[in-house]
Every structure is written in structure tokens, then in C-alpha cells.
């Protein structure tokens, strides 16, 4: 019983940073074109100035 006062706090803590991943990739724009991306490997063109 006494690890329950254990892993409860590290499993809140543990969320809560994946949460905060989750919306710091959210504010970075990581999920901008996903569409884009994938389509554009498959492309036969050369891309000599890729966007930054």
C-alpha cells in the first residue's frame, strides 16, 4: 500500500510532462503539413533550397 504514495505522484508527473510535450509541439507548429511531407519524398524533384 505504501507504493501507491509512490507511483501515484511520479505516474501525475509522468502525464503531465507528456502533456506539456504534447502542447509545446502543438505551439512549435511540429503538426503544420504532415500531408505535404509525405507526398513530397515520393516527388522525383530535386530540392536544392529546402525551406528552413
Excluded at 8 to 13: A, G, Y
Excluded at 14 to 24: D, E, K, N, S, T
Amino acid at each position: 500500500m505504501n507504493i501507491l504514495a509512490l507511483l501515484i505522484p511520479v505516474s501525475l508527473i509522468l502525464g503531465g510532462l507528456g502533456l506539456w510535450a504534447f502542447f509545446y509541439t502543438l505551439r512549435t507548429d511540429q503538426y503544420d503539413d504532415p500531408e505535404g511531407n509525405s507526398r513530397r519524398i515520393l516527388s522525383g524533384q530535386w530540392d536544392d533550397h529546402p525551406k528552413p
